[in-house]
């Protein structure tokens, strides 16, 4: 009984400007919002804290915040919700997530997402500044919804429709050296779309128990971890037969690089099938590679981009394969990428995480003559 009465409670939480804030446990949300908790239960924004994401585990593991100083600076964006935030995110204090600890494990939860009113633009990050009403969220729903559990303000907050309310923790990070370690675009607007139309589409469903609904915005957020394959419509891949060879090219359709983080590689692999026959073509790598002095470095050693080849905002990239087609062939074009550039799988101890070591399918397209 005591615990299902915590479960009803909300969560104490401190935020990086040092304001105490009260968070809703998302497991709450369930009781009005059954379909977008599903969807949101298998996104990457539960994942996001070292516990439950591998990857970012690993490569916090190997920061000097973590070795030397037992720091979580990480925790800004990855896990908000946390009761000792400020402690993380201040020098000389000594603050880790625990994995018992419910506000460190919430990941980017329903109410701090909900909760964000504005945006404050900074050099190196930007700050999300959340709303000290406990009970008000924004939301996109043009007509305002009674709701026992929480208000919904729909009016004088553009953040949810315009796709910015992403940015805070979306936008661009900057190491002590002053390197954009990962960026997408502030402005984020183009052609009409924005984050929030492209990783929240629209699907069949209710948004909730008290507002019927034909359609919703999904709470997965597609992306390369999960659902990726609602994103796929905006990249088109083409191919023309030259006389002597072919190309096949890629078509980036989205406001942002095809791959952000400087971990991520994308691949173009391109197959020929004569006469039952198959003849696999050199591999195609986009990559964007940081490093210092010369050499491939971790994102807060970095002080320079030494190759970028990854394709870009908006951007067509052919590839010209020194292959002559027949008639009859049959081309296999695929798109996929790595989560972790397999050269620095070993430096980060990953050899056993698939989700790390696998080739993840992107998209695929045959061609035949």
Not at 176 to 194: A, Q
Not at 333 to 349: D, F, R, S, T, W
Request: aromatic letters at 8%.
């Amino acid at each position: 009984m005591k615990r299902w009465m915590l479960s009803l409670l909300f969560i104490n939480s401190l935020y990086a400007n040092d304001t105490v804030h009260t968070f809703a446990n998302s497991e709450d949300c369930k009781q009005c919002h059954a379909k977008i908790y599903e969807e949101f239960s298998s996104s990457v924004h539960v994942h996001s804290t070292p516990q439950k994401d591998p990857i970012h585990n690993a490569v916090w593991a190997d920061h000097p915040q973590h070795k030397k100083k037992g720091q979580y600076g990480c925790g800004k964006c990855h896990t908000p919700t946390a009761d000792n935030l400020d402690k993380m995110l201040t020098k000389g204090e000594k603050a880790l997530p625990d994995t018992g600890n419910q506000s460190h494990q919430a990941g980017i939860s329903c109410a701090y997402c909900h909760r964000i009113q504005a945006i404050e633009l900074h050099q190196k990050s930007n700050t999300n500044i959340i709303s000290k009403e406990e009970k008000k969220y924004f939301g996109t729903l043009k007509e305002h919804v009674e709701s026992p559990y929480h208000g919904i303000a729909t009016e004088g907050n553009e953040l949810m429709k315009n796709g910015n309310v992403c940015i805070g923790c979306h936008s661009h990070k900057r190491n002590k050296w002053g390197l954009n370690v990962c960026s997408t675009n502030i402005d984020n607007e183009m052609e009409g779309t924005n984050c929030v139309s492209c990783h929240m589409p629209k699907v069949k469903g209710s948004v909730s128990d008290f507002k019927d609904t034909k359609v919703h915005a999904f709470h997965g957020f597609p992306g390369t971890h999960f659902h990726s394959e609602m994103l796929e419509k905006y990249v088109d891949i083409t191919m023309v037969k030259n006389i002597n060879d072919f190309t096949i090219t890629i078509d980036n359709h989205t406001t942002h690089a095809l791959l952000l983080h400087p971990l991520r590689l994308a691949v173009l692999k391109a197959e020929i099938t004569r006469s039952k026959k198959k003849v696999t073509l050199k591999d195609e790598v986009f990559v964007r590679v940081i490093g210092k002095d010369g050499k491939p470095a971790m994102p807060w050693v970095a002080d320079a981009t030494l190759r970028d080849t990854m394709i870009q905002a908006n951007e067509k990239r052919s590839v010209v394969y020194d292959f002559k087609l027949q008639k009859g062939d049959k081309v296999n074009a695929v798109l996929g990428y790595y989560l972790v550039n397999p050269q620095a799988i070993k430096q980060l101890n990953l050899e056993k995480v698939k989700a790390a070591t696998e080739f993840h399918l992107f998209k695929k397209i045959s061609f035949e003559f």
